[in-house]
């Protein structure tokens, strides 16, 4: 398909799910997620497919276990609340090495918080979520084009490592219209087979079994640690980040999702004033740029994280570093975006800072 | 050249919609465009704004926190967003539900006695049509003829007689600025 369209981020990754052959959606209604759930009400019946908008979340994501397990490919999608409630199903799907695409519209927590846009899920999309030794594979995208893409490539992973993965986006990605490009979905071509697991195939003889249950002595470490070398290799391949004037620059701002953008802005207006910054954009957040990261802290002074939460990032962005350089931070939280002039405000502050202080905004 | 605007106005104006148009006519130019609409708890007769950034170059940020340009539908809504706009920027606003004068004095000022023209046109409901024709006559940010392009793909289905009322609408804005 060529051409463009203005479409809505919420709609595009409805759109690109379809286009990627997702044949389930359950989901249960939450802002500022709704129009992705509208979407899909009306698309998937469309295509002949399955939607189901679930009783809660915690059954979205069994009946997602459920549509895995057979070996179709299945998505779910909410805000922070909503996902909090999915944590225990996400954890069995990582477990029984299931393929699953979720989407978190992040808005402000804790609690119910509020329904404004917010990238303070972060701890939650990247250290876990739910319990136990597992790794979710985490794209954070920054514009509509980008929702609709890695929604394609998200579901592509789900089959090649059968993992959770995860759109990690907010409510201004989500809410927004932009141009976008209906790309057509290609088929990788060398996704595994899902024969040998997937139950309900009539051509399986033997009897197969799809469990998150490991009881006897040393089998859940084995399993894990089976987990583990697959994770290993997702580090190894699947790093993804873009960069903007880091070559020059004597500052390197860390951002990604929607601060990305607004980082994007501020690094125009400081170099418009002569000051040399650069942007380092994470595209997956786990697994985390940290070696690049690691680079460029052995190459400049400063780093500044912007992020639309506390700190989150931050940390990640400080151990990267391994103490080669300072580490600051421009956090805002619960529906505070960060401003352009505000974040060039803090890097003249820091510019002319000394010693090992570390400046912290929010 | 980048344009930053904000469009303004109470639940049930369609200040979302002529975000939508500007978006849509700025993509039709071939510009780099985002709409974000304020979301969530939101009622008939309650605010409503959206910000619509239209530009020659990729955009960074969609939000339109310092906006070149207002579109002011109501009272209610240039008491808030009087004070955001860049110095030197556009104040348009609707004459027919706002009494008072703007207090800036570093910014350009558009009268638009939006709901008196779309009376006479036929329906008060059109009256964000006749202020986005006066907006893209006077500054040219996207053109009117892109504009009522757009209307045909926002408004698909919507009938002739819908149609051609904020077509008109659209136009007699767009005289008032000419």
């Known amino acids: ?362 | 050249m980048i344009s930053k605007i904000r469009c303004a106005g109470f639940g049930g104006q369609g200040v979302v919609l002529m975000g939508k148009l500007l978006a849509q006519a700025g993509m039709m130019e071939d510009k780099h465009t985002t709409f974000f609409p304020q979301y969530g708890a939101a009622m008939r007769g309650g605010t409503a704004n959206c910000s619509v950034v239209v530009s020659d170059d990729a955009i960074a940020s969609p939000m339109a926190q310092e906006p070149d340009v207002v579109l002011i539908m109501n009272g209610p809504s240039l008491d808030k967003f009087e004070s955001t706009v860049r110095p030197g920027g556009w104040i348009f606003y609707n004459t027919s539900l706002i009494d008072r004068e703007v207090e800036r004095d570093d910014v350009e000022i558009f009268k638009v006695a939006a709901n008196d023209v779309a009376d006479e046109v036929g329906s008060t409901r059109s009256a964000n049509m006749v202020m986005l024709g006066a907006f893209a006559a006077k500054l040219g940010t996207v053109s009117v003829e892109a504009l009522l392009d757009s209307l045909d793909v926002m408004l698909e289905g919507k009938g002739d007689k819908i149609m051609n009322l904020n077509r008109e609408a659209m136009k007699r804005g767009a005289a008032l600025a000419e």
Not at chain 1, 117 to 144: E, I, M, N, W
Not at chain 1, 156 to 169: E, G
Not at chain 1, 245 to 273: F, H, L, N, Q
Not at chain 1, 337 to 356: N, R, T
Request: proline fraction near 5%; hydrophobic fraction near 40%.
């Open chain 1, 1 to 362: 398909m060529s051409g463009k369209v203005l479409m809505k981020g919420n709609e595009a990754i409805g759109e690109a799910a379809v286009q990627a052959g997702c044949q389930c959606y359950f989901g249960y209604p939450i802002t500022p997620q709704n129009e992705l759930t509208a979407y899909m009400s009306k698309r998937m019946l469309e295509e002949g497919r399955v939607f189901i908008q679930s009783e809660s979340e915690i059954a979205a994501i069994n009946m997602c276990f459920g549509a895995a397990a057979v070996g179709v490919r299945t998505m779910t999608s909410s805000s922070g609340p909503g996902i909090s409630l999915k944590q225990e199903g996400i954890s069995y799907t990582a477990g029984a090495e299931l393929p699953l695409f979720f989407v978190n519209v992040m808005r402000g927590g804790p609690g119910l918080g509020n329904i404004a846009p917010s990238q303070a899920d972060y701890f939650q999309c990247t250290k876990g979520g739910g319990h136990g030794d597992y790794r979710v594979l985490v794209y954070a995208p920054s514009d509509v084009q980008e929702q609709y893409d890695y929604t394609m490539l998200g579901f592509d992973m789900a089959d090649r490592y059968r993992i959770p993965v995860l759109l990690a986006t907010d409510g201004i990605l989500g809410q927004m219209m932009e141009p976008l490009v209906l790309n057509e979905y290609k088929d990788p071509g060398d996704l595994p087979s899902k024969a040998a697991w997937r139950l309900g195939d009539p051509a399986t003889k033997e009897p197969l079994w799809t469990t998150s249950v490991y009881l006897g002595d040393g089998e859940l470490e084995e399993h894990n640690l089976k987990l583990q070398r697959k994770y290993d290799e997702i580090v190894e391949k699947e790093v993804r980040f873009e960069e903007t004037s880091v070559d020059d620059a004597d500052i390197v701002m860390v951002a990604y999702g929607t601060s990305a953008r607004v980082a994007k802005s501020a690094m125009e207006m400081a170099r418009a004033e002569g000051i040399k910054v650069g942007l380092h954009r994470p595209i997956t957040l786990w697994p985390f740029p940290e070696k690049r990261l690691g680079e460029i802290a052995g190459s400049v002074d400063n780093m500044l994280a912007v992020e639309m939460s506390l700190g989150q990032m931050w940390e990640d962005v400080r151990l990267a570093s391994c103490g080669a350089c300072r580490v600051h931070l421009h956090g805002r939280t619960a529906g505070g975006i960060p401003e352009e002039a505000a974040i060039v405000d803090q890097i003249k502050k820091i510019m002319s800072s000394k010693g090992d202080e570390i400046i912290r905004n929010f």
